[in-house]
C-alpha cells in the first residue's frame, strides 16, 4: 500500500522515474556517473544509495560492512482474508520469532513469518490448504478465513551494518546500511529516516556531495541506527534463546506495555522515530505527533 502512493507522489512532484537497475558506479572528486543495466550514464553531485543490502553503489564506494545471521529462516507469502485488516499491520512474537502480518489492497495481507530452519522448511512444503489453516491460526482468527496463498520465498536470516553511511559522495539509504530482523518495522523505520535526513542535509546546498555533509549524515545516522539495531538483536536473541527468565522478562515487559497507556505511546513515540534523531522533516512543528490514544 506504501510503494504505489510514494510512486503516485513522485510522479505528482516531476520526479524522473528509471526502472533500470545500477549496473556500476564510478565516484569521482566532483560527481558519480552511474552506468545502468540499459546502458544509459547519469552523472550527479550526490547520489542517494537505496539498491538493498547487495548494494552495487555502496561497493563503488569502498564501503565495507559487518554481518552476522541467525538460526532462523523467513517466509515470505502473500493471503487473502475474509475480514478487514483495516490498514493495520500485526505483529505476534512466537517462539522462534516474530509472525508479522502487513495490510494490502482490499481484503488481502502479506506475511513474513520467522522460524527454525527445520520448521522453515516444513512450511514452505505445505500444500496451499494445509498452509491456510495455519496460518488462521497463528493469527488467532482475526483476519478471518484465510485462502489464495501467494507465491512463497525463504531466505536465512541475517543483519548488516555498514562501517561508513556515506563515502565518496554516496550516501546509504535502508538496506544498503543496514539490516535487521522484522521486529516492530524498525528497518523501515531506520529507512524512512535515513531517506529524510539526506535529504534534509542536501537541500539547497551547492555542493551536496561535499565531505563535511558525508560526515554529517554518517554521524546522525549512525546514532540512531546503531543502538536500535543493538536492542533488536537482543530480543531476537531471546525469542531464540529458550532461556526462561529472558522469555519471562521479555513477556512481562510487552504484557506491561500493552496494559499501560502512558508506557504504549512512548514506545511506539520511539519506535516509529525518536525526538532526540529524528529529521526535521518527519517533525510535526517540532513537537511528536499523537500516535495513540
Known sequence: MLIPQLKARAVQLGVDMITEDALRADPSSSQVAIVTTGGRVLTSQVVLAADGRNSVLRDAAGIKTNGWSYDQVAVATSFSHSGPHDGISTEYHKGAGPFTTVP????ASSLVWMERPQRAAEIMAMPDGQLAREIQLQTHGELGRI???GQRRAFPMRGLVARDFARHRILLIGESAHVVPPIGAQGLNMSLRDAAQAAELIALEDDPGHASILVQYDRLRRRDVQPRQQVIDIMNRSLLSGHALL???????LSAI???????RFVMAQGLAPVSTVPRVMRAQGKMPVLMK
Open 147 to 149: 485462502g489464495d496463498i
Open 247 to 253: 522469555e519471562g522478562g521479555r513477556a512481562l515487559g
Open 258 to 264: 500493552a496494559a499501560f497507556g502512558p508506557l504504549r
Open 104 to 107: 494490502l489492497p482490499g481484503h
